[in-house]
Structure formats: structure tokens, C-alpha cells
């Protein structure tokens, strides 16, 4: 392997005129990049995939990943269609928070449903179809519309809590204008295209470090925009993040303050969980989506560079990247189950009322079913105690 020019500025030539390539490249002159921070989530997946069917003819990964896949757009979509016709009542959409909520909704459903579509060209397609139009829209369009909506997400998660605040500290109308969720929904929308904007431009998919004659959803920017691109995803994380980490707390502290001088008491930290239970429907989204959010964030800091070939640390990126749009898919029990409000507006809905149809069938049914076991175990019994008499008599008759 000769030496070209200064191994790619990420190498070293060594003695015997061959490059020795630093952590997370390959290649003749290091010019592969096999660091997974940057591969697609997508591409992170066809590789433990390739690299499974290398050593075995059944491919658990395959089945994993695209059995999660699918559970999670059946749960996003009913999730979704459920939040969605709650949030549509005129009682919550005349809301700041309903319109937000509703602006969640499609934007989970929309990653979502890019995610699977991703999935599904990548297990079918990428290895049939190689024409550049399709590369670009498999590699350049569809992840970041995915990556693009679950950004979308985390702030709107983040505007949500701010409404909360306004309306717990501030003591502003619920239902007073929605301008303020309109028009910082759309300023988020505009912010987020165009931190996002240079991934569809700048992006160029890179030789399969497995399979030279195809092309992998993997990118490397211009060091600058590199730069640039790492500082924008940690800041699209930590900042949203935060913001719903200090809402949480003040709505919290002013809650707890205003029952400590209502009802005349001292037991600041007593209050303060009983009111963190009692108003759970506050903290119970912004808690899920920290925790859903935190273990990925974790992992890119603390390690800049996460090489492909080291299978359980690329699997595990590709669980903390998954569980990124957990939230998304699961908004019924982040939004309207924890409150009673919502719940009981939820009712209101067709599902709803089809959903209390069928759970109050099963009760009606679950009683009747039970009394009848226990009929038939009674009778069962009832006729073993008579069998046995009547062999005891006979025994002792002989």
C-alpha cells in the first residue's frame, strides 16, 4: 500500500511506505471514514447487518432492527391519530399548548414514517439501484428530513414547557392569542431548515468501506463545516434540553411556593414531591424526553470517534439514536395519560368512546367468564371428593 501524498492528513506514512491511519479511518491512504458519529442511522444498521450475514446465514440484527422499526411507526401512528383527534376539539385547539401539541404530533409522525421509509430502501433497494438520483434522495433527502423532524420535535417539546411557564408563573390566559405558538412553531421550523440546510448541500455519499463498487450514507464535510455541523448537533440537543430541564424546575418551585402560603405550611421538600406527583402531566413529557435524549448525548461527548468495526459500541449508538425518537411515538402516554383533563377529553373522541365500548365489554365479560371457572372447578371438585368416597367404601368392603 504506497503512500499518497500525507495519508489523507489523518495517517501517519511509516517506514515501509504505507499509511498507518488514525482511529475511525481506513484505506490505502486513510481516506475511509469508519467513525459511526457520522454515519447515517440507517447506514450504522447495514452495517451490523453486512457484518452478521458475514458469519451467519440468519441474521438477527436484520430481524431486530426491522421488527423495532416497524413497532415504532404502529405506535407512532396510533399514538399520533389518537393525540391528534384530542388536540382537535375546539376546547384545546383554541389553546397555545393544543396547537403546539398538534404541531408535535405530525412532526413525530413525519420522522417516523421517514425513518421506516428508509429502512425499507435500505434492506430492498440500495443494493439493486445504484443511479445517482436515487443515492441522493436515499442518502441526502430522507435522513435529514427524519434527523430535520425529530429537531423539530425536541423544540417544540422545549416551546411547550415555556407556554407552561407563562402560564403557571406569569398567570397569562390560556386561552389568549395563538400567535406566540404560530409564529415561534414556524421560527423553529425556518431555524432548524437552516441548521440543517448544508447536510442536503454539502453531504457526498463515500465509497462502501465493505463493497468498493457501492456507495454508504456516509459523510465527511470540509473541516470547517465539520466543525460547524458538530457544534449545531450538540447545541440542537443540549439547549432544548435545557430549556425544558430549568421550565420544569420553576414551574415546579412557583407551584410548591403558592401551596406553601395558600395552606399555611413548612414542609418544603413534602410539597414539592406531592405537587411534582400531583401535576405530573407538567414533568412527565419534558422527564421522557430528557431521558430519551440524554444517553445519546452522552455517548458523543465522551467519545468523539466510535469505530464501525467495534460491534457492541455501534450497536449501542444505534439504540441511543433509536431511543432519540422514542418520544415521538409514544405521545399518548407522555401527553394525554397523565392527565385527567386530557383524559377525559380523550373520551369525548370517537377512539376514545369506541376504546371505553371495548375495555367496558371485557369487564362485563371478565366476571361472567370467572364465575363460570369457578363453576366448573367447583363441580370438578365436588365430584373427585364423591369418587373418592365411593372407592374408600368399596376398599373397605372387600
Known sequence: MPCLNDCSQVGICSFNDTCICSPCYTGNSCEINTNVIQFSLTFTMQWDIRQASLHSNFNTPGIIYTTIIALMLFMAVINN???????????????????????????????????????????????????YPYRYAACNI?????????????????????????????????????????ISSIICLLLTIGTHMHEIIARHPLPDPMHPDSYSCTFAYPLPLDIIDKILRVC???????????????????????????????????????????????????????????????????????????????????????????????????YIFPSKSYMHKFEKTFLGRLFKRIFQRNKEKKPYEWNQLIMIYRTKFITLVSHTKQTIKTNILC
Not at 146 to 164: D, P
Open 81 to 131: 391519530i389518537v393525540c391528534l383527534q384530542t388536540f382537535l376539539l375546539q376546547d384545546i385547539r383554541l389553546t397555545n399548548c393544543g396547537m403546539l401539541q398538534i404541531f408535535y404530533c405530525i412532526s413525530g409522525l413525519i420522522a417516523i414514517v421517514g425513518m421506516q421509509l428508509r429502512m425499507l430502501t435500505m434492506l430492498i433497494f440500495d443494493e439493486l439501484i445504484q443511479a
Open 236 to 334: 440542537h440537543i443540549i439547549i432544548p434540553l435545557g430549556i425544558q430541564f430549568i421550565g420544569s424546575i420553576c414551574i415546579l418551585i412557583s407551584i410548591t411556593r403558592r401551596t406553601l402560603l395558600v395552606r399555611d405550611r413548612y414542609d418544603y421538600c413534602q410539597v414539592f414531591i406531592s405537587e411534582f406527583i400531583k401535576r405530573k402531566h407538567f414533568f412527565v413529557p419534558q422527564l421522557f424526553i430528557i431521558l430519551s435524549n440524554l444517553p445519546h448525548l452522552i455517548l458523543h461527548l465522551k467519545d468523539p470517534c466510535e469505530d464501525a468495526p467495534d460491534i457492541p459500541l455501534l450497536r449501542i449508538h444505534v439504540a441511543f439514536n433509536i431511543l432519540v425518537y422514542l418520544p415521538p411515538s409514544m405521545t399518548f402516554f407522555i
Open 142 to 182: 430522507i435522513p435529514v428530513i427524519v434527523i430535520l423532524m425529530g429537531t423539530v420535535c425536541m423544540w417544540l417539546s422545549s416551546i411547550l414547557i415555556i407556554e407552561f411557564v407563562l402560564l403557571e408563573c406569569f398567570n397569562l390566559s390560556l386561552y389568549r392569542s395563538r400567535r406566540f405558538s404560530v
